[in-house]
């Protein structure tokens, strides 16, 4: 599904609003959080220390694939597609911190999603999300992420799928780096607490910094589903879901959703051509 409207681009905002998306996409405000612990630090699931992450900046894959409208080239359209190339911030969901499009880098021209989160801000998250009414069996995310600045001391969630369910459970799936390795993690909690349900899948693939990756994620919500996840076409992780995960309603969380320590350096980050699709 594209989205389209007729604003110019907005390259700022300031605040946390409670908004509504174009093509009658209900969308959600997040709290924010304040608290400095954190339930998501899940045992990593892979043994082994990660490499270093290579650090040195790449200006031909920051302008590559320049190549226009994105959503609007899908055939079959997926469920929601954001590329970020027209309107403002707010016409791809509820914000939460302070999302903005930047016109210096993109995947597809003339724009990209750009989060940041500052040293020792209070809120840990810079990130734009849209609801929906449907609960999934199965998901399917692809996206195109820019690691500008990133600790490796903190782990930075970087696109998350959010489910209600009834009983105030609440699940996650994410997409994130973690020790400068890609992983795809679950989490839960009941009535805002840990119910022991969480994993972080670390990858065999190493984040790149100041490079475009393109990462494919693919879950099947049954208990013990498979889950696959790819990272510059490469297969990276295939395995199985936790066996307590619930589905509901669910939600695409885009930038920054979370960061995990508060933050005591910056991380930034850009994205582009997010679709996330399920049945």
Request: net charge negative; charged share 15%.
């Amino acid at each position: 599904m594209a989205i389209a409207a007729g604003a110019a681009i907005a390259t700022a905002l300031g605040g946390c609003s409670l908004l509504v998306s174009t093509n009658g996409l209900t969308t959600v405000g997040d709290a924010a959080p304040t608290d400095t612990t954190d339930a998501r630090g899940a045992p990593d699931s892979s043994a082994g220390d990660a490499p270093t992450a290579e650090a040195a900046a790449d200006a031909g894959d920051a302008a590559d694939a320049n190549t226009g409208p994105f959503c609007a080239s899908l055939n079959p359209k997926p469920k929601f597609c954001a590329d970020f190339d027209k309107g403002s911030v707010s016409d791809y969901g509820s914000l939460f911190g302070t999302p903005t499009l930047d016109l210096s880098i993109s995947k597809s021209a003339p724009a990209s999603l750009l989060s940041i989160v500052e040293t020792s801000a209070m809120v840990r998250g810079s990130s734009v999300e849209t609801t929906f009414p449907d609960a999934p069996t199965s998901i399917a995310i692809s996206v195109d992420i820019f690691v500008d600045e990133y600790d490796i001391a903190h782990d930075v969630e970087l696109v998350t799928a959010n489910f209600a369910s009834t009983g105030n459970v609440f699940c996650d799936v994410n997409i994130a780096v973690r020790m400068n390795a890609w992983t795809i993690g679950e989490y839960c909690e009941t009535n805002g607490t840990a119910n022991g349900v969480g994993a972080n899948h670390r990858t065999s693939a190493t984040l790149q910094l100041a490079k475009w990756t393109h990462v494919d994620a693919t879950v099947d919500l049954s208990p013990g589903g498979a889950m696959h996840m790819a990272v510059d076409g490469t297969a990276a992780f295939d395995g199985t879901g936790e066996p307590g995960f619930v589905t509901g309603k669910t939600g695409i969380v885009m930038g920054i959703p979370y960061l995990q320590p508060m933050a005591t350096s910056r991380s930034k980050v850009h994205t582009d051509n997010l679709t996330y699709d399920y049945h």
